[in-house]
Nanobody, 114 residues
Framework: QVQLVESGGGLVQPGGSLRLSCAAS????????MNWYRQAPGQQRERVAR???????NYSDSVKGRFTISRDNAKNTVYLQMNSLKPEDTAVYFC????????WGQGTQVTVSS
């Protein structure tokens, strides 16, 4: 059974940083485009970062310049480094793997508050 397991969420003050991790199992990780999505209460899920199999990255305008997505194919893991966090970044963050099929993690809560 394919698993995507996120970790690294938590409570952080505005201006702080967090690093999310997503460990994948039972997929050929290097074949998958990896994405980070987030969903705030009452809002639609939105993609915030994408990394291709070759390492090219894309970001939503709301996080560009503050968030960095990276991947380690040897560890089957994708990361999201989040800096200069704002209260509006508060959401559940989900890892997503996309190729011939799409898989989702269970999500990790990120709360930005003083």
């Amino acid at each position: 059974q394919v698993q995507l397991v996120e970790s690294g969420g938590g409570l952080v003050q505005p201006g702080g940083s967090l690093r999310l991790s997503c460990a994948a199992s039972r997929i050929i990780f290097s074949n998958y485009i990896m994405n980070w999505y987030r969903q705030a209460p009452g809002q639609q899920r939105e993609r915030v970062a994408r990394i291709s199999t070759g390492g090219s990255t894309n970001y939503s305008d709301s996080v560009k310049g503050r968030f960095t997505i990276s991947r380690d194919n040897a560890k089957n893991t994708v990361y999201l480094q989040m800096n200069s966090l704002k209260p509006e970044d508060t959401a559940v963050y989900f890892c997503n793997a996309a190729w011939t099929r799409t898989y989702w993690g269970q999500g990790t809560q990120v709360t930005v508050s003083s």
